[in-house]
Nanobody
Framework: QVQLVESGGGLVQPGGSLRLSCVAS????????MGWFRQAPGNQRDMVAR???????TYADSVKGRFTISRDTAKNTVYLQMNSLKPEDTAVYYC????????????WGQGTQVTVSS
């Protein structure tokens, strides 16, 4: 199995920046993609960004040009650099990994709160 530990959430003013980190441990050799989702109160959990093992990245339209996903393969870590944050980015952010034997929806982290407010 794979375990995930997230960090980096917090309170930031509009226009500010935050960087989220997610460290994977366990059977990391099974991972084929790593990504971030977010869920605001009353909303469904939506994909924010994803990076494949080959390096291909995908972003939600709402964050293109502002967020950047990256990974450090040696550290089994995925990052989400969030710039020009807006109040509508406020949500719980979840790390997600997918791969062989990890189930249809993959493995989820515990979530980290990001609040954008003045």
């Amino acid at each position: 199995q794979v375990q995930l530990v997230e960090s980096g959430g917090g309170l930031v003013q509009p226009g500010g920046s935050l960087r989220l980190s997610c460290v994977a441990s366990g059977s990391t050799f099974t991972i084929t993609s790593m990504g971030w989702f977010r869920q605001a109160p009353g909303n469904q959990r939506d994909m924010v960004a994803r990076i494949l093992s080959v390096g291909t990245t995908t972003y939600a339209d709402s964050v293109k040009g502002r967020f950047t996903i990256s990974r450090d393969t040696a550290k089994n870590t995925v990052y989400l650099q969030m710039n020009s944050l807006k109040p509508e980015d406020t949500a719980v952010y979840y790390c997600n990994v997918r791969g062989y034997g990890l189930g249809v929806n993959g493995i989820w982290g515990q979530g980290t709160q990001v609040t954008v407010s003045s």
